[in-house]
């Protein structure tokens, strides 16, 4: 619930790039043992970025239940980042306990905050979180996990993979048009479907959909750029497939530039907390 959110200032550890279109940044701190992941992969995480005028980014923090207050009365740059891994460590200098998360961004041109930031990433440099939320669980009894996924979401998608047990099928469309921007992708997911836009995704999910004799046995995830996720939803909705087995959150939006994004994505957050909603549900893709 809203009120268990908690914030943190972390710090750069190490960034790495995975390939041309994904760097990570390993960010640590000593309250994150405190988080509690999911379990299921795909966690997220709000994160804060400093500006020009403010290098320490400003964590806000829960003024009274679902109302928001930022230090200062500056807000601080914001988006939801995947969180593609959770460890707990020691310091090698302190030897106090610590835990460090993996964020993968999307490298990309844009005029907002988050993707200069990224580029220019180096170990010292500080990032508010607040929160860690996920709103995907798999079922009992599900045999096969479907997924599309863009570039944007992809980390969030091999968290989940990492996460499934062996024995449950997973398949999966990529959409990116130029697949040099992608990681090397594990054995699991060496046979995806690899599509350059949303024609080639409806078309990708048209074919997994008929290769199923019904969906009892299967769940869905889809997560990406917002109309591409409404889109494949409403396709699967159409052949029968039930709420509840399908998992849909759009990231971005295009046509929208990054401060329209950042700010449009505060606000999704500070209201959904003012109506009580969890992180969780605050991220995931409404009807």
């Known amino acids: 619930m ?30 994150l043992r405190d988080l509690a992941p999911s379990g299921s992969g795909g966690d997220a995480v709000k994160v804060f970025f400093p500006t020009p ?3 320490e980014p400003g964590v806000p923090f829960l003024e009274s239940p679902g109302v928001l207050a930022h230090p200062g ?10 969180v593609a891994a959770f460890r707990r460590a020691r310091d090698r200098l302190t030897r106090s306990g610590i835990s460090e998360l993996d964020l993968d961004f999307v490298m990309h041109d844009s005029e907002g905050v988050a993707g200069p930031w990224v580029k220019k990433a180096s170990p010292g440099a500080l ?13 009992d009894g599900t045999r096969r996990l479907v997924a599309l996924a863009d570039l944007s979401a992809l980390p969030a998608l091999l968290s989940v993979v990492e ?26 997911l060496q046979h995806s479907a690899v599509v350059p ?26 997560a990406g750029e917002r109309a591409l996720v409404r889109d494949i ?5 159409a052949a029968g497939v039930p709420r509840e087995r399908a ?41």
């Open 127 to 139: 990032l508010g979180l607040l929160g860690l939320a996920n709103a995907f669980v798999i079922a």
């Open 247 to 287: 998992y849909a959150s759009g990231y971005w939006r295009a046509g929208w530039d990054a401060p329209r994004l950042e700010k449009h994505e505060m606000s999704l957050f500070q209201s959904g907390l003012a109506e009580g909603r969890s992180l969780a549900e605050i991220d995931l893709l409404s009807e």
């Open 197 to 222: 836009d949303t024609v080639g995704a409806v078309t990708s999910m048209s074919r997994v959909l008929a290769t199923l004799p019904d969906f009892t046995e299967s769940q869905f995830w889809f």
């Open 233 to 237: 939803r409403r396709q699967a909705r």
């Open 2 to 31: 809203s009120g268990a959110i908690t914030g943190h200032l972390a710090t750069v550890t190490h960034v790495a790039d995975l390939s041309p279109g994904l760097r990570r940044v390993t960010v640590s701190a000593t309250s």
């Open 73 to 82: 009365g500056e807000r601080s740059p914001m988006r939801t980042i995947s």
């Open 53 to 55: 005028t403010r290098p």
């Open 163 to 188: 996460h499934l047990s062996a024995e449950i099928v997973v398949d999966v469309t990529l959409v990116e048009p130029d697949v040099r921007r992608l990681p090397p992708l594990p054995p699991r």
